[in-house]
C-alpha cells in the first residue's frame, strides 16, 4: 500500500488515536484531509491577468514565488507561533546568508526603510518609541545627497526627520551637527552622485553617525545580498518581492544587532508605535526566508543564460523588420537583467507607444511591456515563465509586421 492510500484509510478510522495509538503524528491525519476545491479566483472576479514582460513592478505584482515559498506559505499557515520567535529564528538565518550581525522581515523595502530609520532614532528608549513622529529629545536630520533625494525618502520624513541635501563630502563635513541622526544611501542613484557607496561609509564612521543603503531592487548580482553588509553599512534595506521572488508584501531589513534590535521596538507586534501598521504574518516571515535561501542558492550563471536566451528569442523574432531597432543592455545597478530595448521609425511603423502597448495588452494572452520614449518600448525576461517568450516574440512580430507600412 502506497503511503498516501495509508494515510487515507487512516483518517477514515472513528478514533484514529484509539486505533493506532499516539505514535501517528497528528500532521500525518490533517494531512489526509483533502485540499478544498480550487478556485480561480482571477476568473471569478473577472481580473486580468497577463504575461510579464515588463519588470518586477510594483503595480504590476512584483515577481512570482517559486513553489518552495508557496509551499512555505501553505504549510505555516495551520498553526500558531509567537511573532517574535519567528522573526528571531528567521532574522538569525537571513543575517547569517547575507553576513550581517542580525536582520528582521518588514513589509516590504519601504518599512525596512521606515523601521530602520525610527530604530536609529528611538535606540532602546520605549518613550521615545512612543513619541515618535514627535522628536522630542531625538535627533532629527538624516544626510542624502541631491542626486539621491528622490521620493522614496517620504520613508524616512515618516519619522518626522528632515533631509538635508548634500553634494560633496565637504559639504557632509559642514552638514553634520548634534541633529544629525543617518546618512543615507541610495543605491541605484550611486552612480549620479558625488561620493560613493564607500566614501560615504567611511564618512559615517568618521563621525560616528549610522548609514543606510537602499537596495530595494538591487538583489542582483547576488553578491549584492552580503556586499552592503561587509561594506560597513549600519542598515541595509531590500524588497522581498522584486528580484528575490518572495512574497511581495515582505522585505529585509538587516545591519547591526542594537539598531535591528531598536528597529523592532518600532515594530508589530508591538504597538503604540510608527510601525503598527506594518505587519508581516508568520507565514510571509517564513516565506521570505525560502525565498532568499533559494535565490542564494540558485545557479546565478545559468539563470543569466536562461534570461538572456529569452531575450533573444525575442530579438531575432523582429530585429529584420524593416525601421525596427533593437539593442540588448543591463541596467548599471537597479533591475540588473538583461533589457531588450526596441525602437522604431514611425515613417515605416505607424503605430504610437500608447497604441502599441494597448494591443499587447488587449491581445489573447494579455501582455506588458515597459514604455519608452516616444517610439521605444523595454522588455525584461526575468518575470516570464519558461515558453512565454515564444508567445511575446509571436505577438512582437505580430503587431510590428501589421503596422508596418
Ligand atoms: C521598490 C522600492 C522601494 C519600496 O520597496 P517595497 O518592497 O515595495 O516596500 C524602496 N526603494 C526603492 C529604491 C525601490 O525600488
Redesign the pocket.
Known amino acids: 500500500m502506497k503511503r498516501r492510500d495509508a494515510i487515507r484509510n487512516l483518517s477514515v478510522l472513528p478514533i484514529a488515536g484509539a486505533a493506532i495509538g499516539s505514535v501517528l503524528p497528528f500532521e500525518s491525519i490533517m494531512a489526509s484531509t483533502p485540499p478544498p476545491p480550487k478556485r480561480n479566483l482571477f476568473k471569478e472576479l473577472g481580473i486580468r491577468t497577463f504575461i510579464n514582460a515588463a519588470g518586477t513592478f510594483?503595480a504590476m505584482s512584483g515577481s512570482l514565488m517559486h513553489e518552495e515559498v508557496l509551499d512555505a506559505l501553505r504549510s505555516t499557515g495551520h498553526e500558531f507561533a509567537m511573532i517574535d520567535e519567528v522573526q528571531d529564528k528567521v532574522g538569525a538565518k537571513i543575517a547569517e546568508l547575507c553576513h550581517a550581525e542580525a536582520a528582521t522581515v518588514t513589509a516590504?523595502?519601504?518599512?525596512a526603510?521606515v523601521l530602520g530609520t525610527a530604530g536609529v532614532l528611538t535606540g532602546m528608549d520605549v518613550k521615545k518609541v512612543g513619541l515618535l513622529p514627535q522628536l522630542d529629545g531625538m535627533k532629527s536630520e538624516v544626510l542624502v545627497q541631491k542626486t539621491h533625494n528622490s521620493g522614496?525618502v517620504h520613508?524616512l520624513t515618516n519619522t518626522g526627520i528632515r533631509i538635508v541635501e548634500v553634494e560633496t563630502s565637504e559639504d557632509v563635513e559642514k552638514a553634520i551637527n548634534e541633529k544629525t541622526a543617518m546618512m543615507w544611501f541610495?543605491n541605484?542613484a550611486g552612480p549620479d552622485g558625488k561620493i560613493s557607496d564607500k566614501e560615504w561609509v567611511a564618512l559615517g564612521k568618521k563621525h560616528n553617525i549610522p548609514t543606510m543603503i537602499?537596495m530595494?531592487?538591487d538583489a542582483t548580482p547576488v553578491e549584492n545580498m552580503w556586499k552592503f553588509n561587509e561594506m560597513g553599512f549600519d542598515l541595509v534595506c531590500v524588497?522581498?518581492?522584486?528580484g528575490i521572488r518572495g512574497p511581495q508584501s515582505a522585505?529585509i531589513l538587516m545591519g547591526k544587532k542594537d539598531l535591528i534590535a531598536a528597529a523592532r521596538l518600532n515594530a508589530p507586534p508591538r504597538g503604540g508605535n510608527i510601525g503598527r501598521g506594518m505587519k508581516v504574518n508568520k507565514e510571509e516571515i517564513l516565506g521570505m526566508y525560502v525565498a532568499l535561501e533559494k535565490f542564494i542558492n540558485t545557479d546565478h550563471v545559468k539563470q543569466w543564460k536562461i534570461w538572456e536566451d529569452r531575450i533573444a528569442v525575442m530579438e531575432n523574432a523582429i530585429k529584420k523588420i524593416n525601421g525596427v531597432t533593437t539593442t540588448v543592455t543591463v541596467p548599471p545597478v537597479?533591475n540588473r537583467t538583461p533589457t531588450l530595448n526596441i525602437s522604431w521609425d514611425n515613417s515605416k511603423v505607424k503605430v504610437t507607444r500608447e497604441e502599441f502597448q494597448e494591443r499587447l495588452r488587449k491581445g489573447n494572452p494579455s501582455i506588458e511591456v515597459m514604455g519608452g520614449k516616444d517610439f521605444a518600448i523595454g522588455i525584461t525576461s526575468w518575470n516570464l515563465q519558461p515558453g512565454q517568450e515564444k508567445v511575446v516574440a509571436l505577438r512582437l512580430k505580430e503587431e510590428f509586421v501589421k503596422a508596418s507600412v
Open positions: 510594483t516590504g523595502c519601504w518599512s526603510l522614496y520613508a541610495l541605484y537602499d530595494a531592487a524588497s522581498g518581492g522584486k522585505g537597479a
